[in-house]
């Protein structure tokens, strides 16, 4: 059974920084993209950022570029977000996904494994 475990949310003031950590378990995803979503409430889930290690890709939202950060330990099967310069409207649940293809995409139809979520609150 293919498990995605987030952990390393909270609450941060405006500038702060968080580190989000992805955990996969079940199979290996050394080979297929994995990203980052998140979805604030009363909002359609959006992307954040996705890599494929293997094929040295990354993909980032305008949203976050220059700010937030993923990377992947393949021999862990686990990926990371580090997210700096935090603003209150990053506030949301952050939700990892893993998918079975080969091509980064930003489209959530694009992952077929997810995480349960993990929220993340930036005040002002």
């Known amino acids: 059974q293919v498990q995605l475990v987030e952990s390393g949310g909270g609450l941060v003031q405006a500038g702060g920084s968080l580190r989000l950590s992805c955990a996969a378990s079940g199979r290996t995803f050394s080979m297929n993209p994995m990203g980052w979503f998140r979805q604030a409430p009363g909002k359609e889930r959006e992307f954040v950022a996705a890599v494929n290690w293997y094929w040295g890709s990354t993909s980032y939202a305008d949203s976050v570029k220059g700010r937030f950060t993923i990377s992947r330990d393949n021999a862990k099967n686990t990926v990371y977000l580090q997210m700096n310069a935090l603003k209150p409207e990053d506030t949301a649940v952050y939700y990892c996904?893993?998918?079975?293809?080969?091509?980064?995409?930003?489209?959530?139809?694009?992952?077929?494994?997810w995480g349960q979520g993990t929220q993340v609150t930036v005040s002002s």
């Open positions: 996904a893993a998918s079975t293809g080969t091509v980064v995409t930003i489209a959530p139809s694009g992952y077929y494994y």
